[in-house]
Nanobody
Framework: VQLQASGGGLVQAGDSPRLSCAAS????????MGWFRQAPGKEREFVGT???????YYADAVKGRFTISRDNAKSTVYLQMNSLKPEDTAVYYCAADRTSSYYSRISNVDYWGKGTLVTVSS
């Protein structure tokens, strides 16, 4: 399975970009999907996840600002980011868990995408 994230770039604080992650080579609808990020000098952290059923869970840092959705027909997961802050600057990675149950969030990452950099300027 290959995951290709896109949509990153330089944005202004308060902007609302959307990241996409297209999957190929597997059965997308059978995976829980997630987004993670790694800011400069920091460890990778969980951003949010969407289960096979479409249930979403978010880290407290992004709850209420970010929204994850999926389109199984397009084998794509999205991360809509609203009200961006400079502290959201990071490389954003999508990930897939192929062993999750229908309602479960991502827990064991089997596949990682290469990441897309989002830089938020103030």
């Amino acid at each position: 399975v290959q995951l290709q994230a896109s949509g990153g770039g330089l944005v202004q604080a308060g902007d609302s970009p959307r990241l996409s992650c297209a999957a190929s080579g597997g059965t997308f609808s059978s995976y829980a999907m997630g987004w993670f990020r790694q800011a400069p000098g920091k460890e990778r952290e969980f951003v949010g996840t969407i289960s096979r059923s479409g249930t979403t869970y978010y880290a407290d840092a992004v709850k209420g600002r970010f929204t994850i959705s999926r389109d199984n027909a397009k084998s794509t997961v999205y991360l809509q980011m609203n009200s961006l802050k400079p502290e959201d600057t990071a490389v954003y990675y999508c990930a897939a868990d192929r062993t999750s149950s229908y309602y479960s969030r991502i827990s064991n990452v089997d596949y990682w995408g290469k990441g897309t950099l989002v830089t938020v300027s103030s």
